[in-house]
């Protein structure tokens, strides 16, 4: 009999920008892939693809209607390991794999950031804990993504057979990579920038947890100090008219690029000097992790996230959510390339050595290896 895994989450969007290099190692292996999210995006490696009406709000109703077609489709297919990644996407193939764990499936959870964590507020805590202290007991395995949710599932005795930590999703250190002086000018002159500009490059929905209003405001305490510094800020949301009408009052408006979607960020990374994170709350911010692969050294809040990724004076530093604290530090960069480029190549060394997609496939190859029926002579290994 066929052996099949299935991965689910809410939005389908969500394998292709972070699960791929999974599907395939599946595939590679030999097993049927199925994928079960709201969506109809064509994914590669992908053998049956479900569009189930997954909604992000608990509360919705159309969630009943998605459980019940995921249930079906765990119960005909009778698959050997469920992976299921986002809050919603997590919520629903537990519920609906429960009978289905009775005959053997193995269920995998991925906790990309539990939204209850220190600092979080507390109805986070009175709403997501519950749930996932609840839905643990339906895990056979738990995986965080950074330190301290780890800790957290473990003093809280999450009742998932097995928690364990693994480094995220993986950066491909292919792509993300840094290039030399006359390519950075290269590549600049094809977006519009200057050579002696300093760049500071941040991608991130415009929402109160981005907070990219610190951001603009610390650019603004160093207009005069750095007069090349120039700020590039990606993405959409609903804060994104608050932001530029902060950037006018301050008097940056012609110092802040707002470049809405992209999907160029590989080469926006390449042209800029730091980057820079405004966030609040993160799990493991893959934007953050391209940026270091690229030789970037970072500035960004300190939150759990971040934590992970950055040590002060090694490849950046986190700052405690002040716009002084954060211009000073853009300020030295400015002013200091040889410690720009030091803090650059131990950030891309971390990314390499610890979260380049080979490592932390290998990290999930052994962990799905656990649920692999053991076939002799069988070769596991990863592509």
């Not at 394998?15 to 994914?43: I, N, R, S, T």
């Not at 364990?164 to 920038?193: C, D």
């Not at 610890?354 to 069988?378: F, N, P």
Request: a positive charge; hydrophobic letters at 40%.
């Amino acid at each position: 009999m066929q052996r099949k895994v299935l991965f689910c989450a809410t939005v389908d969007y969500h394998f292709k920008a972070f699960h791929l290099p999974y599907l395939k190692w599946f595939k590679d292996q030999g097993w049927e892939v199925h994928v079960a999210a709201c969506g109809d995006m064509k994914l590669p490696y992908v053998d049956k693809k479900y569009n189930i009406p997954i909604q992000r709000s608990p509360i919705n109703k159309v969630n009943l209607k998605a459980y019940k077609e995921l249930k079906g489709i765990i119960d005909q297919n009778q698959y050997k390991i469920i992976h299921c990644h986002t809050p919603m996407g997590g919520v629903l193939a537990r519920l609906a794999a429960k009978n289905a764990r009775k005959h053997g499936t193995k269920v995998v959870y991925t906790a990309h950031g539990f939204h209850f964590c220190k600092g979080a507020p507390l109805k986070n805590w009175l709403l997501y804990y519950p749930i996932e202290k609840v839905l643990s007991s339906l895990t056979d395995c738990l995986l965080t993504i950074n330190q301290e949710d780890f800790n957290l599932a473990k003093k809280h005795r999450f009742k998932a057979e097995s928690i364990k930590h693994v480094h995220g999703v993986g950066v491909n250190t292919e792509i993300f990579k840094p290039v030399n002086q006359a390519q950075k000018n290269h590549l600049r002159e094809s977006l519009g920038y200057q050579p002696n500009e300093f760049l500071l490059f941040y991608a991130a929905e415009f929402n109160k947890n981005k907070n990219q209003k610190l951001l603009i405001e610390s650019l603004a305490l160093i207009k005069d100090q750095v007069q090349n510094a120039r700020l590039l800020l990606a993405g959409e949301g609903f804060l994104l008219q608050e932001c530029q009408e902060l950037a006018r009052e301050l008097k940056v408006d012609k110092r802040v690029d707002f470049l809405g979607y992209r999907n160029d960020i590989e080469l926006l990374l390449k042209v800029s000097d730091i980057a820079v994170a405004s966030s609040l709350r993160e799990g493991l911010p893959v934007n953050i992790m391209e940026a270091m692969a690229c030789g970037l050294p970072v500035i960004a809040n300190d939150n759990r996230g971040h934590r992970e990724l950055i040590i002060n004076n090694k490849n950046g530093w986190l700052i405690n959510n002040n716009s002084v604290d954060f211009s000073k530090k853009m300020e030295t960069l400015a002013r200091n390339n040889d410690l720009k480029f030091e803090l650059g190549i131990r950030g891309r060394n971390m990314i390499v050595n610890t979260y380049s997609i080979q490592k932390v496939l290998e990290e999930k190859g052994d962990i799905y290896r656990l649920y692999m029926e053991e076939m002799e002579g069988a070769v596991w290994a990863v592509h």
